[in-house]
C-alpha cells in the first residue's frame, strides 16, 4: 500500500477517536474521526491511507465505532509502536490492520507500506522501519474481511 499518513500523538482514546455524541450514526463514523481532538482532523484523515500515532493508541473505552471510524475514514492501516489490546482485538475482528512500529515520519509522509511483511518506507527520506508481521491467525481473520466473515469460512 502506498499513501499518505496522518501523525497522531501518543495515548489517543477511544473517546477522541469518535466521540460519544457521534456513535448513534453507525453509517457516518468516518465524518467525525479524531474530532474529539480537532476538528480539522476528519477532513485531514479522509485524505490519508495511514495513520501513525505515538505509544497506547485506541486506549479508554472499548467501542467499536472507534475501529469502524478510521475504516470508514479510508484509513487502511495503523502504525503506532503499542496499542490497548481491546483496541488492538477489535481492529483485527474487524479487519483494519495494525503494525507495531515506532514509525518518525513527518505528517503528510507518503509511506509504502507492506502489512504481511511489516516493512515500512517513508518514499521521500527513504527511511524505513521493520514492525513484526500479524500473527497468523490475526492476519487469516484480516484477510478474510474480519472475524465474522472469518468463522463463516471456517466452519460454513
Known amino acids: ?4 499518513a496522518l ?6 482514546n477511544t473517546d477522541v477517536i469518535i466521540p ?14 479524531f474530532e ?11 485524505a490519508c491511507k495511514f495513520v501513525v500515532a505515538g505509544k497506547n493508541f485506541g486506549c479508554g473505552s472499548s467501542r467499536e465505532q472507534a475501529v469502524m471510524a478510521i475504516k470508514q475514514a479510508g484509513i487502511e492501516c495503523v ?11 477489535n481492529a483485527i475482528n474487524l479487519a483494519l490492520p495494525l503494525l507495531e512500529a515506532d514509525v ?14 511489516g516493512r515500512i518506507v517513508d518514499v521521500a527520506s527513504g527511511r524505513s522501519w521493520q514492525a513484526p508481521p500479524l500473527p497468523a491467525e490475526a492476519k487469516a ?16
Not at 1 to 4: A, D, E, I
Not at 7 to 12: A, M, Q, T, V, Y
Not at 79 to 89: G, V
Open 1 to 4: 500500500m502506498r499513501g499518505k
Open 20 to 33: 460519544a455524541r457521534f456513535m448513534q450514526d453507525w453509517d457516518h463514523l468516518g465524518e467525525h474521526v
Open 104 to 117: 518518525d515520519c513527518a505528517d503528510d509522509a507518503v509511506l509504502e507500506v507492506d502489512v504481511a511483511s
Open 141 to 156: 481473520i484480516v484477510d478474510d474481511g474480519g472475524l465474522i466473515e472469518h468463522l463463516k469460512k471456517k466452519f460454513g
Open 7 to 12: 501523525r497522531l500523538g501518543p495515548d489517543l
Open 79 to 89: 502504525i503506532a509502536p503499542t496499542f490497548a489490546r481491546i483496541f488492538y482485538r
Open 36 to 46: 474529539g481532538e480537532d476538528p480539522a482532523l476528519p477532513k485531514r484523515a479522509a
